[in-house]
């Protein structure tokens, strides 16, 4: 909680993916996938609930044995065509949360993010007025768009700069899906997670990747080992 504001960090689960079988549930650093956004969530100092909302029955004994408290979603609202939105306002009226209260979005295919990190999100959310709030991260600058089958550049190729050289404003920032903030009444007025004045927290380009593929499986398995390395020796 944070000056009286109840915060809930919502985790949507579904039991079904196409890319991976299971894929909420499958092992990452010894733990199923869905634990990394649960534990984050706990750790945060003003979390007062996490929420976790699936059509899984296996989801859902995994997400209670981490203490979290769980909602059935509907069949109608657990397609594959079903947005994130639809569940989240599924939540908001089970769970009769108030308009005034703050809803952390956590994906479960987003298991590495920094430490420390949502506390500080959530108080620049409220400091700053925020309506919403999401993360990103950095993309390689040297970016090219195709419109019409014609190639159009996106930074002056005459003057190519090396890595060393860019500058914050020459890089494009990715919406990595790890982390949004919100309130309740701009979800339920616009049906959309952002919205009014939308603040930003960079996460650093190793925290940037989802998990859709195996091979983003991999190489999130990967970041992780190198992480946990890195801390280590810390």
Known sequence: MIKNKKIYAIIPARGGSKGIPKKNIIDFDGY???????????QSKLVDEVIVSTDSHEIKKI????????????ENISRDDSSTELAIKHIINEFNIHSDSIIVLLQPTSPIRPIGVLDKMLV????ENFDSMVSISPCHPLNWKLKSDELICQYDY????????????????????????FNPKLIIRNNNRLGGKI???IFPEEYGRQIDTFLDLEILRATAKYLNKKESNV
């Open 199 to 201: 603040g930003y927290e």
């Open 124 to 127: 620049d959310f409220i400091n």
């Open 32 to 42: 199923p996938l869905i634990y990394h956004s649960i534990n984050f969530a706990k």
């Open 158 to 181: 005459k003057n190519r700069p090396m890595r060393q050289q860019f500058k914050k404003d020459d890089f494009i920032y990715d919406e990595n899906g790890s982390v949004y903030i």
């Open 63 to 74: 997400a209670e044995e981490y203490n979290s408290s769980t909602v059935d979603r509907p």
